[in-house]
């Protein structure tokens, strides 16, 4: 008999390449929005998805610089288990009338944290992303603060990506809205003889706690990349609307299905 939340599954179970949740997250997160063409996120939302009917071509691109763990906090006390780096890419879409956050993109540099991806729907891939970050003593870092300066960028294949800057000007009551839904995501495994998808589910999930410093926001700068085998610069920057910092807590414990798109509806 095996065991394990995920892949490799053995007899102790330990092989596996992540635990069963409920998964804890500290991190800091660099967010940039802006806006558009509304055809170019309509593009990125398959069937039963639609346009957010208001502001339909917001996105958000935000970097997190995470720690992560099971509720064993095991892997706190093996660092390599624990930090890893994300970007990704946030838009906003609507089923029977509910506004979601969805992430349409999205590069990590952990395999553990593509596994994860793999439960949630997110669609990852690998990447290598760096973000300035912060410090009390500001001898090397910017001091949250107004007048902080905070630089990201985005690479994936030997690619770059995405470049921003983002300079805090004062606090601010939230940390932008595109990513401020319960995320909407589709779960999806090819079917083996090529047939379409032998599972397909469109979910619903979100933090089952959540704890956030003080949101900062600011002046922001962003520019895309060209790269052959990615998408990202097609969501080209007509309006920048704002940037914004924040440290936060969360913790993610499963979701719903919204429905079962290969089979009779779950609703």
Not at 19 to 45: F, I, K, N
Not at 151 to 173: F, I, K, M, N
Not at 198 to 210: D, M
Request: aromatic share 10%; with cysteine.
């Amino acid at each position: 008999m095996t065991q394990g939340f995920f892949y490799p599954r053995t007899a102790s179970g330990d092989a596996s390449l992540i635990p069963s949740p409920p998964w804890y997250y500290s991190g800091d997160l660099l967010t940039v929005e802006y806006r558009t063409d509304p055809a170019r996120v309509a593009d990125l939302l398959p069937a039963p998805l639609e346009l957010a009917p208001e502001d339909p071509g917001a996105v958000a691109l935000i970097w997190a610089d995470w720690q992560s763990c099971s509720r064993s906090r095991a892997e706190l006390l093996d660092p390599v288990r624990s930090q890893y780096k994300e970007a990704f890419v946030v838009v906003r879409c609507s089923y029977r009338g509910v506004t979601y956050s969805r992430c349409v993109f999205i590069w990590v540099d952990k395999d553990f944290a593509i596994a994860r991806g793999m439960h949630q729907g997110y669609p990852k891939k690998l990447g290598s992303m760096w973000q300035t970050r912060p410090h009390p003593f500001a001898h090397a870092a910017p001091s949250i603060g107004p007048d902080a300066v905070f630089g990201a960028t985005l690479a994936a294949s030997d690619r770059r990506l995405a470049e921003a800057v983002v300079t805090l000007r004062e606090p601010s009551e939230h940390n932008g809205f595109v990513n401020a839904h319960k995320m909407a995501h589709h779960r999806v495994y090819p079917s083996m003889d090529g047939g379409g998808d032998a599972f397909a589910e469109l979910i619903e999930s979100g933090s089952s706690e959540f704890e956030a410093g003080q949101a900062w926001r600011g002046d922001a700068e962003l520019r895309l990349f060209e790269a052959p085998t990615e998408e990202l610069a097609r969501l080209e920057v007509d309006e920048i609307i704002g940037g914004y910092f924040r440290q936060v807590g969360v913790v993610w414990n499963g979701g719903r299905s919204l429905a079962t798109l290969n089979g009779p509806s779950t609703l």
